[in-house]
């Protein structure tokens, strides 16, 4: 199987979604992964493995603590955590480079073998939310591959941009 191949297999059972909510819009999606919820949760929040597919993490990992997620040189992203619920939720507002104040959260569920990630970010303007979504997707791409005992930095952006754009430009209708 090509990296191609593993990617949309991977990508297959992903579902997408954007709703205009209040003043803003919600980016929705959720995915599979075959591992267990605690793994996928230490993905997420343990520093060492974030920096590998996410971003380097730093700060106050808990309810009420304030962190930082530095993605690039140019892009580090303040965030405050809102609700920590291991290994089921975290939520945090999130104020990327140029944007207004938006929050994100995951939720993880138990499914059979592996975990269902829900990812939800809200409060985002009309304009963002469809960058939101593939950018967000590229990440659960990069998750994946950590998950799978592959290289994250192998998930090419712009391949992701040319698959996964068009699917999140349609969702915004």
Not at 14 to 34: C, E, K, L, N
Not at 150 to 161: K, L, R, Y
Request: glycine share 10%; hydrophobic share 40%.
């Amino acid at each position: 199987m090509t990296d191609n191949q593993a990617r949309a297999a991977r990508r297959a059972g992903t579902s997408r979604q954007i709703t205009p909510a209040g003043d803003g819009h919600v980016v929705r999606m959720s995915r599979r992964y075959a591992a267990p919820a605690a793994d996928v949760w230490e993905a997420w929040t343990n520093p060492e493995r974030t920096a590998r597919w996410l971003g380097a993490l730093s700060g106050e990992l808990r309810e009420g603590g304030e962190a930082l997620l530095v993605m690039t040189e140019d892009v580090k992203v303040p965030c405050r955590i809102t609700a920590c619920d291991p290994p089921r939720r975290l939520a945090v507002t999130w104020r990327h480079p140029g944007e207004p104040e938006s929050a994100a959260e995951i939720r993880l569920r138990p499914d059979g073998d592996g975990t269902v990630l829900e990812l939800e970010h809200a409060r985002l303007r009309a304009g963002d939310a469809a960058g939101y979504g593939y950018g967000w997707e590229d990440f659960l791409d990069r998750l994946a591959a950590l998950l799978a005992g592959d290289d994250p930095g192998a998930v090419s952006w712009e391949e992701s941009q040319r698959v996964l754009k068009p699917l999140w430009d349609a969702a915004l209708g």
